[in-house]
Structure formats: C-alpha cells, structure tokens
C-alpha cells in the first residue's frame, strides 16, 4: 500500500496543501493519523463533524482492526503504545533499532491493516497522513508492507511561532476549547528539533517549503504528483475524515490559497529578534532570511 507522511513542525499549512493536493487524484488524505488515538478518546470530531469514534467511516475502519471488546478499548490501547514509543526523543531510537519490540511490532501491523481498508474504503490507492512527526515516520518505516513516500514541509520560523503564540479555537474538540499556545522559545526549539529530524526520516523525502506552495501552486502541486505518482484526474473527494489539523477545515473556502504575512507586521519585535537569533542557522539553509 501507498502512504505518504508529512513531516515537519505544526503551524506549516499543511492542512491546506492535503486539501488541495486531494482534488481529483488518486491521494484520501486522513489528517494527523498518529493523533487519532487521543483525540478519539477525548471526544474530538473528525472533519465530518461527528465525533471519531461516532463517525461511521472510522469506525468502520478502525472497528475492522480492532481485536478488544470495544472501540475505546481499542483506542486505549493504541495511544498507550504510541506514548511508548512516539515521542520526539525517540526518534534517534526508533532510526537505529534493528529488532522491533513485540508491541510496537502489532502497533506498526494495525497501521497496515487499517491504510489498507482506507484505500479499499475510500477507493483511492494512496493514503495521505499529515501527522507532521518524525518519529512517527520512524516507526511505520519498518513495515515492510507501506511504501512511504515523505514531505518535508517547512515555513519560515518567525511565521511558525508567531501562529504558536496566537489564541485559536480547536474547533473539533468537545468544549471548544483553545490549542494550545508556546512561547517563541518553545516553538522555535521545537522548529529546530522536527525540522532536523525531518531532514533524516529513512526513505524517499521531497523537500518543500510552504512559501513556494503559496507563492506558485500550481507548479508546487505537480512536482508533489510526480513525486507521489499520482495523475491528478481522479474523483474528488467529497467527504473528508481528517484528524486535527488547522481549525479553518471546518470553515467554507478554507482552500483559498493566498500568502499569510500577518506575522510581519504582528508579532512582537523581542519575540521575532529571539527566534530568529535561534533559528537563523538552519532558516538560512533552507532559504530563508530574517523577513522572508
């Protein structure tokens, strides 16, 4: 089975780069997949707006690969398993380890099962997981039945921590409650962290910075097919089951594709010298300099 994994740090636009590369192609994107678990059990929603373990196509889904007695047992279980192994100090770990403990080993095996019911369910051939997570990209790399294909999706660091920084409802949960908010230190340590780890997930990894995505889609949009190998003329999607993810999935012409500068003229001048002075090194890399 085919499954493409984004990695890089939250706050990078990916919910609207799967969005638009779904558009009539061969690609069902899921959203932040190694979150399901947690959010499940929370009560979160999926994108249908029914809460995931109500919604009939996880549960359909997951129901299929479930070996306990119910389905919140199930999640119980899975989340207990990725809070093991899938966390960012892991990475290095979970890169290196030859043998595959028992546990992790059924972890990995249940992914399998349940990428395959998707593309079966969906019709589709290739499974789009946003989880944006390095580690998780380690564990699923020893399967030897997913053939992953990976992006690393970047954006400027000062635009990252400022979104960080922002009051946000988290539309999918419960309560609607706020996501979580980290100070320039966090987000940019964390910017450093994931993207480093991106860079050195096993296999095949386009490189794509969402400036680049924003500023000329088009082009962005066919380099990722050829990459994936997708045509780009298959039947869209119309009901989308996505996991987490920017809130704005749940707004009308959320998929307008137009550049986010606000950061520019909004985050706080100390804030911004900060985390560009923790930053620049790899920013610069990666084509950046301290105003774009």
Known sequence: MNVV?????????????????SK????????????I??????????????????????????????????????????????????????????????????????????HEEMYEIICDESNKSIVLDSSKNPTHAAILSKSKRINIKNIHLVRHPRAVVYSWS???????????????RHSFYKSSALWLVMNAQSEKVMGENFFLRYEDFVNSPEDAIKSLREYIGCSGHGEPVNNLHTIGGN???????????????????????????????????????YGYSYDG
Not at 25 to 32: A, K, R, T, W
Not at 58 to 74: P, T, Y
Not at 253 to 271: A, C, H, S, V, Y
Request: hydrophobic share 35%.
């Open 5 to 21: 994994l984004v990695n890089g740090y939250g706050r990078s636009g990916s919910t609207v780069i799967e969005a638009v590369l």
């Open 24 to 35: 009539r192609s061969e690609i069902f994107p899921v959203g932040e997949m190694r979150n």
């Open 37 to 110: 678990w947690e959010r499940g059990l929370l009560g979160y929603r999926c994108s249908c707006e029914r809460s995931i373990l109500d919604c009939d196509f996880w549960s359909k889904v997951i129901g299929s690969v479930s070996d306990e007695k119910s389905l919140a047992d199930f999640f119980l279980k899975m989340e207990s398993i990725r809070y093991k192994y899938d966390r960012i100090r892991n990475f290095w770990k979970i890169q290196s380890l030859e043998r595959v403990p028992d546990d992790l080993q059924w972890y990995i095996k249940k």
């Open 166 to 180: 922002r009051k946000k409802i988290r539309k999918e949960s419960p309560d609607l409650s706020f996501m979580p």
């Open 247 to 285: 809130p704005v999935k749940f707004d009308s012409g959320f998929t307008n594709i137009k550049p986010d500068m606000e950061w520019k003229k909004k985050q706080r001048k100390l804030d911004a010298a900060l985390t560009w002075a923790m930053t620049f090194w790899m920013a610069k890399k």
